[in-house]
């Protein structure tokens, strides 16, 4: 690398006056430019003999302070220096000090938030260009410790992929990371010691679903188990009360209602009690319970018992996330009644608004049949939606696209290996028998995979088999995998878009429909016969 030309580079830019587009340095990734008095900063891609974009940091800035980073070259400039590092975490925080928008800040003060776990770390630069402009906060870094450990990733490595994408596209609106269905002290502190602005407390374990299943007799016996001031004060407070949430709402408890909420829930909300204390006010975190992790929907008076009681205890979350009505499976559409959903989402979105927090809808990828209710009926007080792993997804349509007899192999792999997952995922395609057979499959119609229910929850599911199955010490799929997403990276981030944004735009009322949102992106199809022209002009070569 030529440092008397990258000087060069720099002066140009500062004589550009915030324009960039006739910059004679093609490599210079012009969104990434910051200029703070006389120092530049900005992002460098070097393409290279593999077809790869490598990516370094450009620093020119005062010698006295230039030594916070590190660096793999300098230069010396009268009384600057320029250098250039690595995408690297001491680098990273140094950028951090002149730019404190590169870190995650509070949801707050957003009335929209969307949640995008990129599972392999390189589908955030693609996101934020498609958010700019939303008036949509993007949630970055969002992966679970289930996750983290399925992909051999670290909080670290989540946080940083974000931050400098954050950097690289100049994107200055605010975003956030999410420690996300952590469960455990140790857990949150994992998170909130690598700088995560949100946590989402997980509380399958302290919920106690088998309440669900007793009958009245049975219920009512354990519920008289407890100490009778507990009884006392729960039928006090709610039996055959109705609590009135304004607009003609209300929620009545019944005696089942009451002993179902308080055996079911009670443990889950001291629990929250105990991690908010401790960990939420200290260090000034957005706080989402997630009530959604069990086998059982989460009734009105469910929800509202268990924002009643952290509201005596002076708590509000930011967001919560109960278990809606319908199937919220994971890689497909919403399963249910459209209009029962509707009803009931109604009153939750009320019990909302009485204690001043959001929803949050988890399991959000590809529910295009509900993101038009739900951004109708929370229009006043916003939402928060989560995706994440039908990103990977995307990412093998760029790999049945580009190796479409790889594509193949995967999914024959995934296909007679579901059982990796059986203790992970509840989906249909476990047991419906519906799913595309590997022997019907061929590079005729793989790209069908991508399409069909069974087989995306198949392909979503088995993503961490995918990636670390290893024979003699070698991967078998990963290296060959990435060698192809990292190679065609465009072709990635159009794919990434057009999926993202086919939820945004039903969320915001641009379409009305699912059939409108693919209709409007159906570009992929086009996609795809670029690609099979692409694939059929290397193969002659």
């Not at 509707?342 to 295009?368: M, P, T, W």
Request: aromatic content about 12%; hydrophobic content about 35%.
């Amino acid at each position: 690398m030529d440092l008397n030309n990258l000087l060069i580079d720099v002066k140009e830019i500062l004589d550009a006056d915030g324009d960039y587009t006739n910059l004679l340095n093609q490599e210079i990734y012009a969104p990434s430019i910051q200029i703070d008095r006389r120092n530049v900063y900005f992002i460098l891609h070097h393409v290279n003999n593999e077809g790869i974009i490598e990516k370094s940091l450009v620093v020119y800035e005062n010698r006295l302070t230039a030594g916070d980073f590190e660096a793999q070259a300098t230069m010396d400039d009268r009384d600057s220096t320029l250098l250039v590092g690595e995408l690297n975490e001491r680098n990273n925080d140094a950028l951090a000090k002149r730019f404190q928008w590169i870190r995650p800040t509070s949801r707050r003060n957003y009335k929209y938030t969307f949640g995008l776990g990129d599972r392999l770390g390189n589908a955030s630069n693609a996101h934020l260009r498609l958010f700019k402009g939303r008036g949509i906060m993007p949630v970055l870094a969002q992966q679970s410790i289930r996750e983290l450990v399925l992909m051999h990733r670290t909080n670290t490595d989540v946080f940083q992929s974000a931050s400098w994408a954050v950097f690289e596209e100049g994107f200055t609106y605010g975003w956030g990371a999410d420690g996300d269905h952590v469960k455990t002290p140790y857990e949150v502190d994992y998170a909130v010691k690598i700088g995560c602005s949100m946590i989402t407390l997980d509380c399958t374990d302290e919920i106690n679903n088998d309440i669900v299943e007793l009958n009245d007799d049975d219920l009512d016996q354990r519920f008289n188990q407890l100490d009778p001031d507990q009884i006392k004060y729960f039928n006090d407070t709610y039996l055959n009360k109705t609590f009135d949430l304004g607009d003609g709402r209300s929620v009545k408890f019944t005696k089942h209602d009451v002993e179902e909420s308080a055996l079911t829930f009670y443990d889950a909300i001291l629990f929250a009690t105990t991690i908010y204390n401790k960990f939420v006010v200290p260090y000034n975190l957005d706080f989402e319970i997630s009530m959604d992790e069990t086998p059982y929907q989460t009734t009105n008076p469910n929800h509202y018992f268990f924002a009643n009681e952290l509201n005596r205890r002076g708590i509000t979350p930011v967001t919560m996330a109960p278990r809606f009505y319908g199937e919220f499976q994971k890689a497909i559409d919403y399963i249910g009644d459209t209009e029962r959903f509707e009803r009931e989402y109604v009153i939750h979105e009320a019990i909302a608004e009485h204690f001043g927090y959001k929803l949050s809808i988890h399991s959000g990828s590809d529910k295009l049949s509900v993101y038009e209710i739900i951004g109708r009926v929370s229009k006043q007080h916003g939402w928060h939606v989560k995706t994440a792993g039908t990103n990977w997804l995307e990412a093998l349509r760029v790999i049945a696209h580009k190796d479409p007899k790889f594509m193949l192999e995967l999914y024959k792999f995934s296909y007679e290996n579901l059982d990796d997952v059986k203790d992970f995922y509840v989906f249909n395609a476990q047991t419906n028998g519906t799913a595309p057979k590997p022997e019907d499959m061929n590079t005729e119609n793989v790209m069908d995979l991508l399409d069909d229910d069974d087989a995306r929850q198949i392909l979503h599911t088995m993503y961490g088999s995918i990636m670390n199955l290893k024979h003699n010490y070698h991967y078998v799929y990963r290296d060959k995998l990435w060698n192809i997403l990292l190679k065609n990276q465009a072709l990635y981030d159009r794919y990434l878009n057009i999926h993202i944004a086919e939820h945004l735009d039903l969320l915001q009322g641009v379409v009305k429909t699912k059939d409108e949102a693919r209709e409007k992106y159906e570009p992929k199809s086009d996609i795809s016969k670029e690609s099979a022209a692409e694939l059929q002009a290397t193969s002659k070569d």
